[in-house]
């Protein structure tokens, strides 16, 4: 697996995406999913990212029982990677308005991505800023397959 991890372009998930990933089994993300498994892209977490995503899986408004829990935690350590890193960066990176969601912006800076996919519009928006400036690009991940980014040349 390291050797797919290094040579496929990263991508970051936010947990909204994983939702529809792994509890919700969204078919308009289906191919996401394919491209995850199949090493075409390499999806990272930390454990800011992860703790979130455990959180999540127990809100009552969910209505997962443990064993669907357990089935979403264990498919998306499955599927993403641990990147470590220190949070530190000299780069100023754009604020996103929802404090709780910077914590992905810093990750796929950190960690290289080639995309950020998310579902906040706010997010979204801040894509603008860090495609501008080279870093990384921000969509929704119904746009990322359409556009099938992963399969275009030069990733």
């Known amino acids: 697996m390291a050797a797919r991890?290094?040579?496929?372009?990263?991508?970051?998930?936010?947990?909204?995406v994983c939702l529809d990933l792994f509890a919700f089994a969204d078919p308009a993300v289906a191919p996401l999913l394919q491209a995850l498994r199949s090493g075409a892209v390499a999806a990272v977490t930390d454990a800011p990212c992860r703790e979130e995503w455990q959180r999540?899986?127990?809100?009552?408004?969910?209505?997962?029982?443990?064993?669907?829990?357990a089935r979403c935690l264990r498919e998306y350590d499955e599927v993403l990677r641990p990147f470590a890193h220190d949070g530190a960066s000299e780069t100023k990176l754009p604020r996103c308005a929802d404090p709780d969601d910077q914590k992905f912006l810093e990750l796929a800076?950190?960690?290289g991505a080639r995309w950020l996919l998310s579902?906040?519009?706010?997010?979204?928006?801040?894509?603008?800023r860090t495609a501008r400036a080279?870093?990384?690009?921000?969509?929704?991940?119904?746009t990322w397959v359409a556009l099938e980014a992963w399969r275009s040349p030069g990733n």
Do not use: C, K
């Open 5 to 16: 991890m290094s040579a496929a372009p990263r991508i970051v998930l936010d947990s909204n």
């Open 109 to 111: 800076h950190a960690a």
């Open 56 to 69: 999540i899986l127990d809100y009552p408004q969910l209505a997962l029982d443990p064993a669907a829990r």
């Open 119 to 128: 579902r906040d519009h706010a997010l979204v928006v801040l894509g603008r």
């Open 134 to 142: 080279g870093w990384f690009e921000v969509m929704t991940p119904r």
